[in-house]
T-cell receptor, first 117, second 112 residues
Framework: AQKITQTQPGMFVQEKEAVTLDCTYD???????LFWYKQPSSGEMIFLIY??????QNATEGRYSLNFQKARKSANLVISASQLGDSAMYFC??????????????FGKGTHLIIQP | KAGVTQTPRYLIKTRGQQVTLSCSPI?????VSWYQQTPGQGLQFLFE???????NKGNFPGRFSGRQFSNSRSEMNVSTLELGDSALYLC???????????FGQGTRLTVV
């Protein structure tokens, strides 16, 4: 079974609208971290936001917020007031604490977001 | 504060050759991990180093190896290159006690 599922291969959104990118995860580890990264066409993976499994509040970083629903194993990324520069691939990832977190990040297949003027 | 630096950015190699990629983590970060990104398989974990020790390795053949130096810089080596090794190789560093992993710009390897 996939550990990280991103069900939206591609999305078109009008500039200035809010965007929600879906991510569900699967783990039996009670301690884990969830990440979102942005990858523009240049290839660099840009860290956006992090949520720990024990964090009580949803993480926010500027225009980015993570809608964390632990019981549903859901960690959706919300981008408010989208901009043309937000067009990129977006990856959801998880790191489980088992093994001291040395197993690296497990990534979803990504969502290609295109912001239209 | 400088980010994660990967060199070279682009590389073209012939089948059967070997290649070494370099990654310099953010100053103070002691953990370095490597990932391979291909259109077919997506992003896959290769290995992680912490204080010069490999802590774990992903499901890759023994042709893929790495090491970390005392200054936390890391190298990964791929021997006997195959066409399927063509990929973007990304390196990430993690700060001590933190969870956030910061990536470099990657090395795009093309095997011909």
């Amino acid at each position: 079974a996939q550990k990280i599922t991103q069900t939206q291969p591609g999305m078109f959104v009008q500039e200035k609208e809010a965007v929600t990118l879906d991510c569900t995860y699967d783990t039996s580890d009670p301690s884990y971290g969830l990440f979102w990264y942005k990858q523009p066409s240049s290839g660099e993976m840009i860290f956006l936001i992090y949520q720990g499994s024990y964090d009580q509040q949803n993480a926010t970083e500027g225009r980015y917020s993570l809608n964390f629903q632990k019981a549903r194993k859901s960690a959706n990324l919300v981008i408010s007031a989208s901009q043309l520069g937000d067009s990129a691939m977006y990856f959801c990832a998880m790191r489980e604490a088992t093994g001291g977190g040395a197993d690296g990040l497990t990534f979803g297949k990504g969502t290609h977001l295109i912001i239209q003027p | 504060k400088a980010g994660v630096t990967q060199t070279p950015r682009y590389l073209i190699k012939t089948r059967g050759q070997q290649v070494t990629l370099s990654c310099s983590p953010i100053s103070g970060h002691r953990s370095v991990s490597w990932y391979q990104q291909t259109p077919g398989q997506g992003l896959q974990f290769l290995f992680e180093y912490f204080s010069e020790t490999q802590r774990n390795k992903g499901n890759f053949p023994g042709r893929f190896s790495g090491r970390q130096f005392s200054n936390s810089r890391s190298e990964m080596n791929v021997s006997t290159l195959e066409l399927g090794d063509s990929a973007l190789y990304l390196c990430a560093s993690t700060d001590p006690g933190g969870a956030e992993a910061f990536f470099g710009q990657g090395t795009r390897l093309t095997v011909v």
